[in-house]
């Protein structure tokens, strides 16, 4: 079994920071490509940021150049700096991760933190 957890969400005010974290553990062989996904209310879960196992990454259009995701391998844990957030960032924010457990792959989710950004 894996497990993904999410931190760092809150209540920030438009033009903060926030910081999440999301750590995966259990019978973990490998872990590929991460990611950040959002869903606010009434809208579809869009993708924020994904980044590779070599940090290769790649944005959603209306975060780019103000969110910034990293990873620690040998944590399992995927980062996501939130800067200059907007009201319109407010959302459950989702980390997702690609997982080789013995010979197969699986995408895992974590439940999800939320952010809210007051204007």
């Known amino acids: 079994q894996v497990q993904l957890v999410e931190s760092g969400g809150g209540l920030v005010q438009a033009g903060g920071s926030l910081r999440l974290s999301c750590a995966a553990s259990?019978?973990?062989?490998?872990?590929?490509?991460m990611g950040w996904y959002r869903q606010a209310p009434g809208k579809q879960r869009e993708v924020v940021a994904t980044?590779?196992?070599?940090?290769?990454?790649n944005y959603g259009d209306s975060v780019k150049g103000r969110f910034t995701i990293s990873r620690d391998n040998d944590k399992n844990t995927v980062y996501l700096q939130m800067n200059s957030l907007k009201p319109e960032d407010t959302a459950v924010y989702y980390c997702?991760?690609?997982?080789?457990?013995?010979?197969?792959?699986?995408?895992?989710w974590g439940r999800g933190t939320q952010v809210t950004v007051s204007s």
């Open positions: 997702k991760a690609e997982v080789w457990v013995m010979n197969a792959r699986y995408d895992y």
């Open positions: 259990g019978r973990i062989f490998r872990i590929n490509d």
């Open positions: 980044i590779t196992t070599g940090a290769s990454t």
